[in-house]
């Protein structure tokens, strides 16, 4: 009966959005009656409310939606939606204020002697209209009263005109800063945490073991992330419509055919085409840059971009009249004396104590309440003229309350649709599926393409996302990372903006376009560009490093990058290693043999015996290489004949495992009958019988499980173990090979420091012959802490603590503790001695040889990736890694 009302439940929904329902009511009022008649159904033919639910109640389903809602988006740590009427603002301002125009008009002047140019520039405008405004629907309405009458005017095919312009609009959808990716960015790390708690019961069910490793866990994602992985996809489908547009253009000239700029390439055009187009891209700059150099979170960025836009529609509402460029004048002078000032002082009120401070801090709050009466200035005008601020505020409103209703909306239905089931026959049938996880992934978008046609980008984000990427990002098969699976989501999600018969696109340019151009003309004109995108998603989903690389190597290069010794990380930091030292090992071993022929002899045992034991693991990590690639090529060798057994046998433990679970709940359904009557007799009957066929059903299931595959399992997992020794037994290897290296050369470095302090030592002996025991306790102190700030003096710190102790007790033997204090002065004097000689003989080729293996053998030492290895780590981890034989 879950299945019926499940049905109920997806035709209600589609009858209301069909009927032309606001999505806001349709999707929590298909919920709300679902489960409202599965309730009533319940209690009219089986006695309770619950009877037809997969599990719980009608009032626990009721409320799940709301109480989803709040839990997840009213805590103070999830604020990624706050960008969203930001962004908003940021795009209705920029096209209020005409500068989508100025664009258009100036992008069609420079690149129409091109053949195809007026649709390049079209796709250029754009894609620079979308990376600042993302509105779609204000775009295409733009583009469509502006360039589709020049182009129509200058010969231009009807359906390449009107293709251009919808697909060129909505390139909004999938390049940054984008509403869908945040939404996207959202849901994902929801579904994320789902599909990590998937993953760790699949771990142990599989291996027996308590605890997954770290590095198999699943890969989060951020709106910030997700900017950074759109940007190159993006841009790749805006060169695959230029080119498509050139192409074209060059094959069959009278289709798309060149225009010249009348008015010529002067002083003036070039003018109106810097203040057209450099504004635009400063706010580009500003808004992506700041996210992508970690300087801002999107919500600052979003922040950062409604402030430029509001200070751009100042000038441009005024243009023409006097001092209509001086806000941005000053906001721009403000924020240049803001960023000289924060660079070269330190602008904390905490350190108001300097004078340069003072001076500083005061600068800086001048400039901030410079910048704030541009932006009041600014304001003041949009508010004035023509009425544009409150406009702007209140399709801002009405943009993020819709988006919100919907959001709880689709909280409701999700939850109504997992009331019966919905979720579990999901994954059952997807998992089912052969082929295994890349046949999920295209039915997946395969199902998001065809809803495309009929839903808006919303309702695909919020109702079907959190369904459907749990499963795809807990298989451990293809190791998907979120923002991956989210890029590739948002470009098929662009697809519903074009595809006939409910493409939104399609009805804005049929409100804007002239008569002349037929529907069937915008359909035809569509179709290419929709083949384009899809093109596009086969590019980026066959090479994931478009999505991964950018975000992941702004993490491991920004200040708050994770160290090389993260698990996560390790593969990819020993796949550089290798790398490195196959390259620079003759150098490397050079060095260790010049550092053995150096004499040691006087140095402190334990140093010289730490840094023999260093050179040895130096000399040692070659041959672990070796063990490491051996071990590694064995299990690769092995994987080709164990795979398929290993997919064929956890097939058919997947399958038994559901028959157990439909067991354990018709076990739960017949512990809660009750009674001896006849029809509760008969019910039980049915029940165990049923009970019995399944796990008869199981036990033959689990029959067919091929012998070998106990013995294959074994002497598979015996390899992978030996790999993951092999590896261990590396890192070990070369942390001890660095660490004594990096100690030694800290020690001597503060040879100088060590000097410094002879004065502090032996004045103590005034104070320990005559001095009150108080007194000479607290110099004592102070010599103790300036000797602890020295690296390698803990030995004559020690001393002078034995003597410091001598004085807690009161009055103490004098001369007992003048020779301790002599005792210490001597451990001092000889550890002088032996450093001043090292730092001459020994200091120079060991900081040489320290710099040779700081980013390979050192490298998991270090608390941050150099440049090198971070962009090289990046390039790697960028690729998904197969880990389901782990599994």
Not at 215 to 237: C, H, I, K, Q, Y
Not at 376 to 405: C, H, N, P, Q
């Amino acid at each position: 009966m879950e299945l019926l009302f499940l049905a109920l439940l997806i035709l209600l929904m589609a009858w209301a959005l069909g009927s032309g329902f606001p999505v806001a009511f349709a999707l929590p009022g298909s919920a709300i009656v679902t489960i409202a008649i599965a309730a009533l159904a319940g209690y009219l033919f089986a006695g309770h409310t619950d009877a037809f639910f997969a599990q719980g109640g009608p009032e626990q389903w009721l409320r799940a939606g709301v109480t989803n809602l709040r839990g997840i988006y009213w805590e103070v740590e999830r604020d990624t939606l706050i960008a969203i009427p930001l962004f908003i603002f940021m795009g209705i301002m920029l096209q209020r204020s005409k500068i989508a125009e100025d664009l258009l008009v100036t992008m069609a002047q420079l690149f129409g002697p091109v053949p195809g140019g007026l649709g390049i520039s079209v796709v250029f405008v754009g894609a620079l209209l979308a990376a600042t405004t993302g509105i779609v629907g204000a775009t295409v309405v733009a583009m469509g009263l502006i360039s589709l009458p020049a182009m129509l005017r200058n010969n231009y095919s009807k359906p390449l005109a009107t293709g251009t312009i919808a697909a060129s609009g909505t390139l909004g959808q999938i390049i940054p800063p984008s509403i869908v990716l945040i939404i996207l960015a959202d849901q994902l790390a929801s579904a994320v945490d789902q599909a990590s708690t998937t993953r760790k019961a699949l771990y142990k069910s599989t291996t027996g073991e308590l605890s997954m490793p770290s590095s198999f866990d699943v890969v989060s994602t951020s709106a910030g992330e997700m900017f950074l992985g759109a940007l190159v996809p993006g841009l790749v489908l805006v060169g695959l419509y230029m080119l498509f547009i050139l192409i074209y253009a060059l094959i069959r000239p009278s289709v798309a055919p060149a225009v010249h700029n009348e008015s010529g390439f002067n002083r003036d055009f070039y003018k109106r085409l810097f203040l057209a187009l450099v504004p635009p891209l400063a706010l580009i700059f500003l808004v992506l840059g700041s996210i992508i150099t970690g300087i801002a979170t999107v919500n600052q960025a979003g922040a950062i971009g409604a402030a430029g836009a509001l200070l751009m529609a100042g000038y441009r509402l005024t243009d023409g009249q006097k001092h209509s460029y001086t806000p941005s004048i000053i906001a721009l002078a403000s924020v240049a004396v803001i960023l000289l000032t924060i660079s070269n002082f330190n602008t904390n009120v905490r350190a108001i104590g300097a004078d340069a401070n003072v001076l500083a801090i005061a600068v800086a709050a001048v400039a901030s309440a410079a910048l704030v009466i541009a932006l009041v200035w600014s304001a003041w005008r949009t508010y004035v003229l023509d009425d544009t601020l409150r406009g702007v505020m209140v399709e801002t409103a009405k943009t993020t309350s819709l988006v919100f209703i919907i959001l709880l909306g689709a909280a409701m239905l999700t939850a109504a649709f997992r009331a019966f089931g919905g979720e579990d026959l999901v994954r059952e049938f997807l998992n089912s599926m052969p082929g295994g996880f890349w046949m999920k992934f295209l039915i997946v978008m395969l199902v998001i393409f065809i809803l495309g046609f009929f839903l808006d980008f919303i309702e695909i984000a919020v109702v079907v996302v959190p369904i459907v990427s749990p499963i795809l990002l807990a298989d451990p098969q293809a190791n998907i990372t979120a923002v991956w699976l989210g890029v590739m989501i948002g470009l098929n999600i662009q697809t519903s903006f074009l595809t006939p018969p409910f493409g939104f696109a399609l009805f804005y340019l049929r409100g804007v376009a002239p008569m002349s151009v037929r529907t069937l003309d915008i359909y035809k004109g569509v179709v290419p560009f929709i083949s384009l995108q899809l093109i596009a998603l086969v590019i980026v989903g066959g090479f994931p490093p478009l999505v991964n690389y950018l975000p992941t190597r702004v993490s491991l290069l920004s200040e708050t990058a994770p160290p090389p010794r993260n698990p996560r990380l390790q593969y990819c930091v020993e796949e550089y290693v290798f790398n490195a030292l196959d390259e620079s090992g003759a150098k490397i071993k050079a060095s260790v043999a010049k550092l053995r022929e150096l004499d040691t002899s006087y140095i402190p045992k334990d140093m010289a015996g730490n840094l023999s034991k260093a050179l040895d693991g130096a000399d040692e990590s070659f041959a672990l290489i070796e063990d490491v690639r051996t071990t590694e090529a064995a299990v690769r060798e092995a994987a080709g004949l164990y795979a398929p057994l290993h997919d064929e046998v956890r097939a058919i433990q997947r399958d038994a495992g559901r028959i157990d679970e439909d067991i354990e709940a018709l076990k739960t359904t017949l512990r809660r009958l009750h009674g001896d009557d006849e029809k509760t007799v008969s019910r039980r009957e049915k029940l165990e019988a049923r009970i019995a066929g399944l796990e008869k059903e199981r036990d033959d299931l689990l029959a067919t499980v091929p012998g070998s595959w106990e013995e294959s399992h074994t002497a598979f997992a015996k390899l992978t173990k030996a790999e993951e020794n092999a590896r261990n037994m590396f890192r070990r290897t070369v942390d001890g090979a660095y660490e004594p290296v990096l100690e030694l050369v800290a020690v001597l470095e503060a040879t100088e420091a060590y000097g410094e302090l002879s004065g502090q030592l032996t004045g103590l002996r005034a104070v320990v012959a005559s001095g009150d025991p108080a007194a000479v306790q607290d110099a004592i102190k102070q010599v103790e802490g300036a000797f602890g700030d020295v690296e390698g003096a803990g030995d004559v710190r020690s001393a002078l603590s034995k003597v410091r102790r001598l004085f807690s007790k009161g009055e103490p033997d004098r001369t007992d503790a003048a020779a301790q204090l002599e005792d210490a002065i001597g451990v001092y004097e000889e550890d002088l001695s032996w450093r001043k000689r090292a730092s001459a003989e020994l200091l120079p080729a060991i900081v040489a040889y320290e710099a040779d293996i700081r980013g390979t053998i050192g490298l998991r030492q270090l608390q941050k990736f150099p440049r090198e290895q971070a962009l090289s780590v990046a390039r790697c981890s960028s690729s998904h890694r197969n880990l389901s034989l782990s599994f």
